[in-house]
């Protein structure tokens, strides 16, 4: 399993939550862990399964989703390639409580909280997943806020604008529908605001899920 990580570039490199640790820690924790390949639409993990591991998506998407009593899907967060999942819990013998479901083919690179307690000490670990949580919290803050704006097109542009700035770069690879599910949203509404946002040169829009952020300062100043 280290062969691959060594093969495609160890798997923590551009993951936030692995940013303080040395390269040789990384090294040497990525020696244990284990890789898997699942299409689009298998299922990573159940609401029932603990939260003793952390899932690393090297390549692909995964949607945290959960249904009502009338069978309704809610989707409570997006990750993508170098995000990783699960280690929010890792330490409250909590269950994930949503499904992780694959949104494309994906690549995924797991590490045990056995693997990790095994190369690095307690405290030593605690410490750093606590530096990491303080940034994901407030990730969710800005989530939550995004969530509570009025304006169909402001709520779709800092959504854009907090996607674009969470995968490190000028692009959102979401679909419509994804989108709108995420900010509560009919799609035909957030397809009207793209199409107003492309007529004005704010994005363009590059075949059935890709949007091209041309203009980052306009969508975070809206």
């Known amino acids: ?37 699942l299409d689009r639409g298998e299922i990573l993990f159940s609401p029932e399964d603990p939260v003793d591991r952390i899932f690393i998506i090297r390549e692909g998407k995964v949607k945290l989703s959960g249904y009502d009593e009338e069978g309704k899907e809610y989707i409570y967060d997006l990750r993508s390639q170098n995000e990783s999942i699960g280690e ?3 330490f409250s013998q909590q269950k994930f409580g949503s499904y992780g479901i694959c949104l494309e083919k994906s690549h995924i690179c797991t590490l ?10 307690q405290e030593d670990l605690a410490f750093k997943v606590i530096g990491s949580l303080g940034r994901k919290l407030r990730e969710e803050r800005e989530k939550l806020e995004i969530l509570t704006i009025p304006d169909a097109k402001k709520r779709v542009e800092q959504f854009l604008y907090f996607r674009s ?7 959102v690879t979401l679909s419509t529908d994804m989108i709108a599910t995420s ?12 199409q107003e946002l492309e007529e004005e040169g704010t994005i363009l829009r590059k075949g059935y899920k890709k949007i091209l952020i041309k203009k980052v300062e306009k969508l975070r100043k809206s």
Do not use: W
């Not at 399993?1 to 490199?13: F, I, P, V």
């Not at 900010?183 to 793209?194: D, I, M």
């Open 1 to 37: 399993m280290a062969e691959k990580c060594n093969r495609c570039g160890l798997c923590m490199d551009r993951v936030e939550l692995f940013e303080d640790f040395t390269p040789q820690e990384q090294e040497k924790i990525m020696e244990g862990a284990s890789h898997s390949y």
């Open 88 to 90: 929010e819990y890792l």
């Open 112 to 121: 045990t909280l056995e693997l990790l307690k095994k190369n690095l000490t």
């Open 165 to 171: 700035r969470r995968m490190g770069g000028g692009e």
């Open 183 to 194: 900010v509560g949203l009919r799609r035909e509404t957030v397809s009207r605001k793209l």
